[in-house]
Nanobody, 125 residues
């Protein structure tokens, strides 16, 4: 069983930055592809970024150049650095983990990852 706990959400002005982190409890964390989803009010959830077991990352087009995903297998943690935030980035952000070592945000459009954190609110005004 994989447990994921996010932290770092909050409120920020447009143009500002936030860093989300996720702590994972899983002996096999380093073997799993992990990443972030978000869901804005009244909208469907959408994949934001992924990083696989080899460290290869993918991003949704709407965050490319602004967000950076990283992971530490030694600490079982995942991070999302979000810069130049806009009001459209307001959403609940979820840390996710896949069972597979490789994944991409495009793959997740067809099949969402099985493990989710409780989510952390990001509000940009």
């Amino acid at each position: 069983h994989v447990q994921l706990v996010e932290s770092g959400g909050g409120s920020v002005q447009a143009g500002g930055s936030l860093r989300l982190t996720c702590a994972a409890s899983a002996d096999t964390y380093s073997d799993n592809c992990v990443g972030w989803f978000r869901q804005a009010p009244g909208k469907e959830r959408e994949g934001v970024a992924s990083i696989d077991s080899a460290g290869a990352s993918t991003y949704a087009d709407f965050v490319k150049g602004r967000f950076t995903i990283s992971r530490s297998n030694a600490r079982n943690t995942l991070a999302l650095q979000m810069n130049n935030l806009a009001s459209e980035d307001t959403a609940v952000y979820y840390c996710v983990a896949d069972r597979r070592p490789h994944c991409t945000v495009n793959i997740w459009r067809r099949a969402a990852p099985p493990h989710w954190g409780q989510g952390t609110q990001v509000t940009v005004s």
